[in-house]
């Protein structure tokens, strides 16, 4: 039985927040992106926030919640966009914001706290030459814990692939939920996927290494075409451009062009783009490939006035999921899918399912290294319906070969291919023996016998 009277005298000292709206607050994450997590997650609340300051800290919660039985949903910066942060079973949040010191930054990689602002990160490495491989497009406000623990890739992943290839996190520190005094682990190699993109259901992270780039001087363009059909081969020539520098590659719908509202001067009506970052020393041969593709160079960051350069948010928060919070911004019934068009022929898959959906789905690429070869992931924009629409949508998808990540899902199973990851689940048994951690986001801990042809209810969300 959770016993928070006995949990809070075990964690004095600790500063910690009890006032149910600002417990409710940092409860939350951005779920709402989703009309259906929005209906399902909405009274969804802790009983505490504890917010340790340091490694010793975060320990003695830890500790305590085990003593106590009092399930424990890590924070990092609450950007996750399907409830993956959210208390399902009450209890305790672990807010780690007051953990964001970069540690120590190497020769070639960087070590710092889990809530450590990806944005905070890059600039204390630039003066060192370096900078992150990749980042999520909330990356002025997302942590690196929770990137790690809830994110796949972003910004970057056109040249290093996703956070889940090897190589692309170095070393993971990470705590267990298995006694009064947690038992610590450095993780390296294949070992760090029992914690990454667990959502904090294994393990909470510690402190984090990452791997580090030569610095880059970018440049933002936007690229327009007559047709949907010539930007989408476009972005897969530049994927596929192995001598091309090259940060973010983004096709979009002409009918997206509305909701990016500051780049309205630079986007031609009725025509599809492409926003691209690239090396300033790669934007000749940009030039020349999108000339030849009949593409028109509508914007340069590196061609305008310091007051517009001001004015313009970069490009990639016009990219990945800021898309979408755009588009919410102007029509709040748009919500959206994540699609894989797999090879081959990903523009045949992209345009068959354009066609089939029309305006109710307007396409939106982002193309990334998937392994070793051009990868495409589609956020499609969806103007929302109902429910049963929704997932006749998805259907849709699967049925013409294009597998759907669900972001209207909380599990880990059904945001993924529908499958548990056994390694995952082997660890948690050890490392998580009561299942307090994050309850109610691995399927298989709870249920393992679940169907998939509904979707998962974690019980106290029933009521
Ligand atoms: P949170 O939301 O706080 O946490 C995410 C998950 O990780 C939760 O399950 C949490 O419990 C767990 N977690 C947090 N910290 C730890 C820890 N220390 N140890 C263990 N588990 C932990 N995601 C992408 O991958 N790429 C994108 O390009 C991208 N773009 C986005 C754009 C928008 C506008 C929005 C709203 C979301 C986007 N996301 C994207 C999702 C999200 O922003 C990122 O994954 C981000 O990195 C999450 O970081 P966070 O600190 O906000 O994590």
Not at 88 to 93: F, Q, S
Not at 158 to 167: E, H, P, S, T
Not at 201 to 226: C, H
Not at 355 to 383: K, M, N, S
């Amino acid at each position: 039985m959770m016993d928070l009277a006995a949990l809070k005298i075990d964690i004095d000292g600790v500063a910690i927040e009890e006032n149910p709206q600002l417990v409710q607050q940092k409860s939350r994450d951005f779920y709402w992106y989703s009309p259906v997590l929005k209906r399902r997650l909405e009274g969804v609340t802790a009983a505490i926030v504890a917010r340790p300051k340091d490694e010793e800290e975060l320990l003695l919660v830890i500790g305590a919640c085990f003593r106590n039985d009092v399930p424990l949903t890590v924070r990092g910066s609450g950007t996750g966009n399907y409830g993956q942060a959210m208390p399902l079973a009450g209890g305790l949040v672990l807010d780690l914001s007051g953990m964001n010191r970069v540690k120590a930054v190497k020769a070639g990689t960087v070590v710092a706290e889990p809530g450590a602002i990806l944005a905070e990160i890059d600039a204390a490495v630039r003066p060192s030459g370096q900078e992150l491989r990749m980042f999520p497009s909330t990356y002025h406000t997302a942590s690196i814990g929770g990137f790690i623990g809830g994110g796949s890739g972003g910004v970057g992943s056109i040249r290093w692939g996703g956070l889940r290839d090897a190589g692309n996190v170095v070393r993971v520190r990470m705590a267990a939920m298995d006694g009064s005094i947690p038992t610590v682990l450095d993780l390296t190699g294949p070992d760090i996927h029992r914690v990454s993109h667990a959502y904090g259901t294994t393990g909470v992270i510690t402190e984090v290494e990452m791997p580090l780039a030569p610095a880059v001087d970018w440049v933002d363009a936007i690229v327009s075409f007559p047709t949907l059909e010539a930007a989408v081969r476009h972005g897969e020539t530049l994927a596929g451009a192995d001598g091309l520098l090259l940060k973010n590659v983004a096709v979009m719908d002409a009918a997206i062009a509305p909701f990016l509202k500051r780049h309205e001067s630079y986007l031609a009506e009725g025509e599809a783009f492409v926003v691209l970052i690239a090396a300033a020393f790669a934007m000749t041969d940009v030039v020349a490939l999108a000339t030849r593709a009949g593409g028109r160079i509508m914007m340069r960051s590196d061609r305008l006035d310091e007051a517009e350069r001001h004015r313009l948010p970069p490009a990639f928060e016009l990219a990945w999921n800021h898309t979408t919070l755009r588009a919410l911004r102007v029509d709040p019934s748009i919500t959206y899918l994540q699609v894989l068009y797999p090879q081959p022929d990903i523009a045949g898959k992209v345009l068959t399912m354009a066609q089939l959906l029309g305006d109710e789905a307007p396409t939106h690429l982002e193309f990334v290294r998937f392994d070793g070869a051009v990868g495409c992931f589609g956020l499609p924009l969806v103007r929302y319906t109902s429910e049963e629409r929704l997932d006749a949508i998805v259907k849709l998808h699967e049925d013409h070969g294009c597998p759907i990540f669900n972001p209207h899902r909380y599990t880990l199973e059904e945001g993924g291919m529908k499958q548990t990851d056994a390694l995952q689940l082997a660890f948690k048994k050890r490392s998580d023996p009561k299942g307090l951690l994050n309850p109610g986001k691995m399927i298989a801990w709870d249920q393992p016998d679940f169907d998939y042809g509904r979707p998962y209810l974690f019980p106290s969300l029933s009521a």
